[in-house]
């Protein structure tokens, strides 16, 4: 099997289509300090997510295209399956910061990101 048909068969999890491998990972975002951002997640998998962001806060503004009505601050999502959310936040907090699924099992799979903020 290749990468991608071993992520859709929930053999391996993966952050933007690339599976993490070890501690050392080159950023999947770099964002510029101060500005806000809004980023858009699809949870093609069959298995929920708590999607968890460190160092920031965020508002969920939209799940599946509709716009949410209670927008509290969060560092967490949770994702069902199939669903797409969006998120808002500002990059105020410079450094490298981990984005991941918060099941230790996904993250451990390759369910985790690295997001710069310079």
């Excluded at 399956?81 to 907090?93: L, M």
Aim: hydrophobic content about 45%.
């Amino acid at each position: 099997l290749d990468i991608r048909e071993m992520i859709r068969r929930g053999k391996m999890w993966a952050v933007n289509g690339v599976a993490s491998t070890g501690n050392v990972m080159d950023p999947m975002l770099t964002l510029t300090r101060g500005a806000s951002y809004i980023l858009a997640m699809n949870n093609d998998t069959a298995w929920h997510h708590p999607i968890h962001l460190h160092g920031h806060s965020f508002r969920v503004i939209a799940r599946n295209g509709k716009p949410t009505r209670h927008r509290e601050w969060r560092d967490t999502v949770l994702m069902a399956p199939g669903e797409k959310v969006e998120i808002a936040f500002v990059a105020d907090n410079p450094g490298d910061w981990l984005f991941h699924c918060h099941i230790l099992e996904h993250m451990a799979g390759g369910m985790v990101a690295v997001i710069r903020v310079v």
